[in-house]
């Protein structure tokens, strides 16, 4: 028999419900209802199971604070999810400033737990309040990345996608605006019954109901004027919401294998502290809480600096981010200081003293001298020991006690011994930041390693290459044009409006009469086909409709695909078919002689398919088309060394061991090794399965207006840790 109310308020329970008894009034997880039935208030759960609880439940300013009880177990039982199976969480949390590679960090943990047997997944939170990254301009905020089902993302889930192969979907990336958004259409159904839709909830909690509340965390709830009846006022249905998505998306496979992964690795955007990120931390922390210690991983990148006056590495910074965290719910099992060098064991024995965090479970992210000695550094530390500890992972026999990075270490190393430089000029908008073309640049660099090069990329600002420059800036345009002719290839990449267009067109121009290897990308080869029209076919005023809605010959024009949403409606976005139609040309040889490649696209303007026999006639060819063969897929010109185009953006699918085959194209032919490469492929060698220890480092100056300069993110000389800002797997 239920006990009664009455009994129920008796101060605080030796034994209160177990959690997998709860009433769903008290998951936070459960639609709201509005009273509590008394039954549910009863103190010795009927199942007689134990619960241990989190060491302090303290309610501040209404709102449930967790303090401490994170990390340690202690025979805490978790509720049981179900369907959830054994899916382990990893997250990863940054402090002190943001740039500390956080993405690079989390993606390395991936690498580890992945060579140590495990199947992962990622989640990238953005704080922000855009739906997705497809708005964003990507000279703010770095590049849009693209996914198979035509997500428009963060770049950070590129980082994921290049570190662990595996393939993400655009739930992957969960922002601000995703969240409202849904919580919104759900209140617009009427979803929410009635209710006042709260991103928290609050909190209304007498001493005499916090005493009995021992879950009361999970939940809120309010007292009626009438003794000894409880109602549950409101849900908390943002923090809901966030907990939902994460534990929806962390079930879909990503590695190409069947059922979902065992650890999903969930990288939180931002700082600790930013204002935007509150509701994803106070529901990280419910979900941390929900899932129970055995299962949740808190890991903090944290900065420790070192003080040129005294040359001491300080701990302060680290300290007060720790608290900061723990102050909002979360304690983190594993700290990750960057640093320029190693901790020192004293200052390891200060942050453990003072954030709680065994020793053992404090890493150093100290310089390297590229980005995949990360996972070894990781392994080195024993950080994956940590992990596995914590997520009760250790004792569990298929998994490898020791990761298998053996792949990274030969890559990490010859890294470090490539001498022979291959330069390509990127011909772009340059506005200082290079993570606008991040896919671009690290594909360059699988692509050189694979042909066993180094890297060094000279941007060059289209606009510098116009007439117009000449006569306003004549430093600049003769800089421009200098390290175009100093390159051993070129590439003009993805792009949107007409700046620079014609510098970009003259750049096409000059690769293709001086016989210098040339890769087009989307706009870069809508570019191509403009300039072959212009300057091959004489037909001089050929234009883009995207520049010249008016023009008398457009050569390309809009071709939406079907408009479902409101922005971006019309963009061709995502994977799709490309269908070679001639056998004997350079790009079918690279990607192995197959009949079709599937590739990512996301463009609104294509090749104008009724001039497409024109183009033909005058020598130009389209080897690679979609299924009705009206879109133009992949351009050559057979004569020429390597003039390339795709429509789609094959940047998005590289990966360290398996390079892109039209980036390997490119750099093998800037480095005359692309018969050798194209030998290789016929006699069935595909180029992106070829090398397995591809790797690389590549440097970078760029050059606007004559002056030389650094880039602002760590791309200047390949070294991971350059400046921090901006480093990226
Ligand atoms: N602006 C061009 C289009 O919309 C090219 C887009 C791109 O390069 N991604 O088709």
């Given at each position: 028999m239920?006990?009664?109310?009455?009994?129920?308020?008796?101060?605080?329970?030796p034994?209160?419900?177990?959690?997998?008894c709860?009433?769903?009034?008290?998951?936070?997880?459960?639609?709201?209802?509005?009273?509590?039935p008394?039954?549910?208030?009863?103190?010795?759960?009927?199942?007689?199971?134990?619960?241990?609880?989190p060491?302090t439940v303290?309610?501040?300013?209404?709102?449930r604070?967790?303090v401490?009880?994170?990390?340690g177990?202690?025979?805490?039982?978790g509720?049981?999810?179900?369907?959830?199976?054994e899916?382990?969480?990893v997250?990863?949390?940054?402090?002190?400033?943001?740039?500390?590679?956080?993405?690079?960090?989390?993606?390395?943990?991936?690498?580890?737990?992945?060579?140590?047997?495990?199947?992962?997944?990622?989640?990238?939170i953005?704080?922000?309040?855009?739906?997705?990254?497809g708005?964003?301009?990507?000279?703010?905020?770095?590049e849009?990345?693209?996914?198979d089902?035509?997500?428009?993302?963060d770049?950070?889930?590129?980082?994921?996608?290049r570190?662990?192969?595996?393939?993400?979907?655009?739930?992957?990336?969960?922002?601000?605006?995703?969240i409202?958004?849904?919580v919104?259409?759900?209140?617009?159904?009427?979803e929410?019954?009635?209710?006042?839709?709260?991103v928290?909830?609050?909190?209304?909690?007498?001493?005499?109901?916090?005493?009995?509340?021992?879950?009361f965390?999970?939940?809120?709830?309010s007292?009626?004027?009438?003794?000894?009846d409880?109602?549950?006022?409101?849900?908390?249905?943002i923090?809901?919401?966030?907990?939902e998505?994460?534990?929806?998306?962390?079930?879909?496979?990503?590695?190409?294998?069947?059922?979902?992964?065992d650890?999903?690795?969930?990288?939180?955007?931002g700082?600790?502290?930013d204002?935007?990120?509150?509701?994803?931390?106070?529901?990280?922390?419910?979900?941390?809480?929900?899932?129970?210690?055995?299962n949740?991983?808190?890991?903090h990148?944290?900065?420790?600096?070192?003080?040129?006056?005294?040359?001491?590495?300080k701990?302060?910074?680290t300290?007060?981010?720790?608290?900061?965290l723990?102050?909002?719910?979360?304690?983190?099992?594993?700290?990750?200081?960057?640093?320029?060098?190693?901790?020192?064991?004293?200052?390891?024995?200060?942050?453990?003293?003072?954030c709680?965090?065994?020793?053992?479970?404090?890493?150093?992210?100290?310089?390297?001298?590229?980005?995949?000695?990360?996972?070894?550094?990781?392994?080195?530390?024993?950080?994956?020991?940590?992990?596995?500890k914590?997520?009760?992972l250790?004792?569990?026999?298929?998994i490898?006690r020791?990761?298998?990075l053996?792949?990274?270490v030969?890559?990490a190393?010859?890294?470090?011994?490539?001498?022979?430089?291959?330069?390509?000029?990127?011909?772009g908008?340059?506005t200082?930041?290079?993570?606008?073309?991040?896919?671009?640049?690290?594909?360059?660099?699988?692509?050189?390693?694979?042909?066993?090069?180094?890297?060094?990329?000279?941007?060059?600002?289209?606009t510098?290459?116009?007439?117009?420059?000449?006569?306003?800036?004549?430093?600049a345009y003769?800089?421009?044009?200098?390290?175009?002719?100093?390159a051993?290839g070129i590439?003009?990449?993805?792009?949107?409006?007409?700046?620079?267009?014609?510098?970009?067109?003259?750049?096409?121009k000059?690769?293709?009469?001086?016989?210098?290897?040339?890769?087009g990308?989307?706009?870069?080869?809508q570019?191509?086909?403009?300039?072959?029209?212009?300057?091959?076919?004489n037909?001089?005023?050929?234009?883009s409709?995207?520049?010249?809605p008016?023009?008398?010959?457009?050569?390309?024009?809009?071709?939406?695909?079907?408009?479902?949403?409101?922005?971006?409606?019309?963009?061709?976005?995502?994977?799709?078919?490309t269908?070679?139609?001639?056998?004997d040309?350079?790009?079918?040889?690279l990607y192995?002689?197959?009949?079709?490649?599937?590739?990512?696209?996301?463009?609104?303007?294509?090749?104008?398919?009724?001039?497409?026999?024109?183009?033909?006639?005058a020598?130009?060819?389209?080897?690679?088309?979609?299924?009705?063969?009206r879109?133009?897929?992949?351009?050559e010109?057979?004569?020429?060394?390597?003039?390339?185009?795709?429509?789609f953006h094959p940047?998005?699918?590289?990966?360290?061991?398996?390079?892109?085959?039209?980036?390997?194209?490119?750099?093998?032919?800037?480095?005359?090794?692309?018969d050798r490469?194209l030998?290789?492929?016929?006699?069935?060698?595909?180029v992106?399965?070829?090398?397995v220890?591809?790797?690389?480092?590549?440097?970078?100056t760029?050059?606007?207006n004559?002056?030389p300069?650094k880039?602002?993110?760590?791309?200047?000389?390949?070294?991971?840790?350059?400046?921090?800002?901006?480093?990226?797997a």
């Amino acid at each position: 028999m239920a006990p009664s109310l009455s009994k129920a308020l008796l101060p605080l329970s030796p034994q209160p419900p177990c959690l997998h008894c709860l009433p769903t009034p008290f998951s936070p997880l459960s639609p709201p209802k509005t009273s509590l039935p008394r039954a549910h208030l009863q103190l010795v759960c009927p199942c007689e199971r134990a619960v241990s609880l989190p060491r302090t439940v303290a309610l501040v300013g209404g709102l449930r604070r967790r303090v401490g009880g994170g990390g340690g177990g202690g025979g805490f039982v978790g509720p049981e999810i179900p369907g959830q199976g054994e899916m382990k969480y990893v997250l990863v949390t940054g402090g002190v400033v943001s740039g500390l590679g956080k993405g690079v960090t989390a993606s390395s943990i991936g690498v580890i737990l992945k060579a140590c047997g495990l199947r992962i997944t990622s989640i990238k939170i953005d704080p922000y309040l855009n739906t997705d990254a497809g708005t964003m301009s990507p000279f703010e905020h770095g590049e849009v990345f693209v996914l198979d089902d035509g997500g428009e993302v963060d770049l950070d889930l590129g980082n994921y996608e290049r570190f662990l192969d595996i393939k993400l979907t655009r739930d992957n990336n969960i922002t601000t605006g995703k969240i409202y958004q849904s919580v919104i259409d759900k209140e617009r159904k009427g979803e929410y019954l009635g209710k006042t839709v709260q991103v928290f909830g609050s909190c209304f909690v007498d001493s005499r109901l916090f005493h009995l509340s021992w879950n009361f965390c999970l939940c809120s709830c309010s007292r009626t004027d009438r003794p000894n009846d409880f109602t549950f006022k409101v849900v908390p249905h943002i923090t809901n919401a966030i907990q939902e998505w994460i534990e929806r998306v962390a079930m879909i496979p990503v590695d190409g294998k069947e059922g979902p992964a065992d650890v999903c690795v969930i990288e939180l955007g931002g700082t600790i502290g930013d204002i935007e990120s509150m509701p994803f931390i106070e529901a990280l922390g419910q979900f941390s809480y929900r899932v129970g210690p055995g299962n949740f991983c808190l890991v903090h990148v944290s900065l420790v600096p070192v003080l040129n006056v005294v040359g001491e590495q300080k701990t302060k910074p680290t300290q007060h981010s720790v608290r900061g965290l723990r102050g909002l719910g979360l304690t983190p099992n594993i700290l990750a200081c960057r640093s320029t060098k190693e901790l020192e064991d004293n200052v390891k024995e200060k942050l453990s003293q003072f954030c709680h965090v065994p020793a053992a479970n404090i890493i150093t992210l100290y310089d390297v001298s590229n980005i995949w000695r990360i996972p070894l550094l990781l392994r080195d530390q024993k950080a994956h020991e940590a992990i596995l500890k914590v997520l009760n992972l250790e004792r569990v026999d298929s998994i490898a006690r020791e990761p298998k990075l053996d792949e990274w270490v030969a890559r990490a190393t010859i890294f470090d011994t490539l001498h022979d430089t291959v330069r390509i000029a990127m011909v772009g908008k340059y506005t200082g930041l290079s993570d606008s073309y991040l896919s671009v640049l690290k594909a360059l660099l699988h692509a050189s390693v694979d042909c066993r090069r180094k890297l060094v990329v000279d941007w060059v600002a289209s606009t510098d290459l116009e007439d117009s420059t000449a006569i306003e800036a004549p430093d600049a345009y003769k800089t421009a044009w200098n390290l175009l002719k100093g390159a051993d290839g070129i590439l003009v990449p993805g792009g949107f409006g007409d700046r620079g267009v014609q510098g970009k067109i003259l750049a096409a121009k000059y690769a293709r009469e001086k016989n210098v290897p040339y890769l087009g990308i989307c706009l870069g080869m809508q570019i191509a086909v403009v300039e072959y029209a212009r300057h091959v076919m004489n037909l001089t005023d050929a234009n883009s409709t995207e520049f010249d809605p008016n023009t008398k010959t457009p050569c390309v024009i809009f071709m939406p695909e079907g408009s479902k949403t409101h922005m971006g409606a019309t963009m061709r976005l995502g994977s799709r078919r490309t269908f070679f139609k001639i056998a004997d040309c350079k790009s079918s040889k690279l990607y192995g002689n197959v009949t079709y490649v599937d590739e990512r696209h996301r463009h609104r303007y294509e090749v104008n398919p009724d001039m497409v026999p024109e183009f033909e006639n005058a020598g130009l060819q389209f080897v690679g088309k979609d299924d009705t063969g009206r879109r133009m897929e992949i351009i050559e010109i057979p004569n020429h060394r390597y003039f390339v185009g795709a429509q789609f953006h094959p940047e998005f699918k590289s990966r360290p061991s398996k390079p892109s085959p039209l980036f390997v194209g490119l750099i093998a032919a800037a480095s005359g090794q692309l018969d050798r490469v194209l030998q290789d492929c016929s006699n069935g060698h595909v180029v992106a399965a070829k090398h397995v220890l591809s790797n690389g480092s590549y440097t970078s100056t760029v050059h606007q207006n004559g002056h030389p300069k650094k880039l602002a993110n760590g791309l200047s000389n390949g070294t991971y840790y350059a400046s921090g800002n901006g480093v990226h797997a």
